[in-house]
């Protein structure tokens, strides 16, 4: 069965650094989503995109975040000056169509040091 | 804005049947999904609501009342493996994000 992957699956790294998140959506998927949870809370959107734009984005995903779709296949999620309050687990997620399930990858649990 | 309210936490014994509950706030409502999530791991999708009624998957069932902003998902023949958080996800009309509430951590005991 087709899932969505990503990579690295732990990242660890300094306050103000820049990170790269990186997923492989469902290879027939068209729409992408970046969802963060931070340790006891819940899942919280943070961007979708769809058609090599930003379709809607929250109140979250301010200038220090940015997504790309760099080839046919990775999507990334770019945060450029990290912060302590970053560190959260990080899912990527893909659907098929707009109106359609969306499936989650296994995440990349963020560390902000 | 969308409020979302579930149980914090729920226990039941193994071969026992549970029912979460999840109510919603929203404007144009345009469905409602429940996924399981495993302690570090990511949500994996159950079922999915969109018109009123229960939707029946195996052991998982999931209904939904739109008028009474109202759904509840059914597992029934419980297994130890069961032990998870419940996510009660909500999509409004126009918007392609979900709204998500802060789960239900359901213990299942032998």
């Known amino acids: 069965e087709p899932e969505v992957t990503q990579t690295p699956s732990h990242q660890v790294t300094q306050m103000g650094q820049e990170v790269i998140l990186r997923c492989v959506p469902i290879?027939?998927?068209?729409?992408f989503y970046w969802y963060r949870q931070i340790l006891g809370q819940k899942v919280e959107f943070l961007v979708s995109?769809?058609?090599?734009?930003?379709?809607?984005k929250s109140e979250i995903f301010d200038d220090q975040f940015s997504v790309e779709r760099p080839d046919g296949s990775n999507f990334t999620l770019k945060i450029r000056s990290t912060k302590l309050e970053d560190s959260a687990m990080y899912f990527c997620?893909?659907?098929?169509?707009?109106?359609?399930?969306?499936?989650f990858g296994p995440g990349t649990r963020l560390t902000v040091l | 804005g969308q409020n979302i309210d579930q149980p914090t936490e729920m226990t039941a014994t193994e071969g026992a049947i549970v029912q979460i509950n999840c109510t919603y706030q929203?404007?144009?409502?345009?469905?409602l999904f429940w996924y399981q999530q495993h302690a570090g791991e990511a949500p994996t999708f159950l079922s999915y609501?969109?018109?009123?009624g229960l939707e029946e998957k195996g052991r998982f069932s999931s209904f939904l009342s739109r008028s009474k902003g109202y759904s509840y998902l059914l597992l029934k023949e419980l297994q130890m493996k069961d032990s998870a958080s419940y996510l009660c996800?909500?999509?409004?009309?126009?918007?392609?994000?979900?709204?998500f509430g802060t789960g239900t951590r359901l213990l299942v005991s032998p």
């Open positions: 929203t404007s144009g409502f345009n469905g």
């Open positions: 609501n969109v018109l009123d």
């Open positions: 996800a909500v999509r409004s009309t126009g918007f392609q994000k979900l709204v």
């Open positions: 997620a893909s659907s098929e169509t707009l109106a359609d399930t969306q499936y």
């Open positions: 290879s027939n998927h068209l729409y």
């Open positions: 995109f769809y058609n090599n734009e930003i379709s809607e």
